[in-house]
């Protein structure tokens, strides 16, 4: 008797495993926009420019992943340091990013990691971007407490989110690049910027 209840104990834990796992499936099918994105390999970029103290030309690119998820800045010479003039302690980069994708999709930026080094001081890191013809603009910003030494990788998510206009199949999308520091320097290499998208 007692391997009888056993067994049937096990039995109704996997129904219910079943069960749970079938209405997490019914609910991405009934939920407009969830945890849908373009088909890979169809999120190109058409076009890349930047301007800046921390983006001097020839020092920066962009790169789309496969599946459109994520979006990677990278940078050569964009250091922010002191004690010098507010002009080398404050870094800025203004991206200008031209996007094509299928129709029917919009997207937002979801989160940024800053990847980078840092040598004594205090610091701050931040992030902003918008979309042309949409009034708003979203920002973040992390900072970076003292002691601040070696390399750092900082994950921040936007608290709110813009998307794309619906309807199109190329936007541009403008994104600003800060870096502050005190006593010590800071130098980013790259962004990542995870990218949302859903059905519009």
Known sequence: MIRH???LS????TMAAMVVLL?????????????QS???????IDS????????????SGGVVSSDATTFTVVFDKYTAFSPESAADRRKNCQLSIGLTYPAGFVFTLESVTFRGNSKGGEGSLAASYYFPGIPETVRLQ??????TE????????????????????SVKLYINFEARVRGGSITVASVDFRLLWKKC
């Open 142 to 147: 992390r900072k970076l407490p003292p002691p």
């Open 150 to 169: 070696g390399n750092f990788e900082l994950t921040e998510k936007f608290l709110t989110f813009i998307y794309s206009p619906c309807g199109t199949e």
């Open 23 to 35: 209405l997490l499936g019914l609910l991405q099918l009934a939920v407009p926009g969830l945890a």
């Open 5 to 7: 209840r056993h067994s």
């Open 38 to 44: 373009p088909p890979s390999g169809m999120v190109k």
């Open 48 to 59: 890349f420019t930047y301007s800046g103290s921390g983006c001097p030309p020839g020092s």
């Open 10 to 13: 096990q039995s109704t834990s």
